[in-house]
């Protein structure tokens, strides 16, 4: 986060200020599940249901069509790092 590696376990609680550019990734071998809580809600049902479509088509989740929906919704995505 910002330049930051936050390690985040089960039960743990991670704060990101708005504005931050983070990205998140799953390095343990058990596959995990993550709740994120956005306020003021300013993402709709349909960006979800357009997201779902670019990471549920079989196979890995086109990253261009995500970063392209993200657009559609106001977010601006920072290229993955590498």
Known sequence: ?????????PG???????GSV???AN?????TRTLSVITPGL???EYFRE????VNGGGPPDL????AVMQHHGLRP?????
């Open 1 to 9: 986060m910002d330049g930051r590696t936050v390690e985040v376990g």
């Open 12 to 18: 743990d609680v991670l704060f990101i200020r708005r």
């Open 51 to 54: 997201l779902g479509k670019a």
């Open 64 to 67: 261009r069509q995500v970063m």
């Open 27 to 31: 390095l343990g071998t058990v596959d």
């Open 43 to 45: 993402l709709g049902p």
């Open 22 to 24: 983070y990205q998140f």
């Open 78 to 82: 920072a290229p993955p790092i590498p």
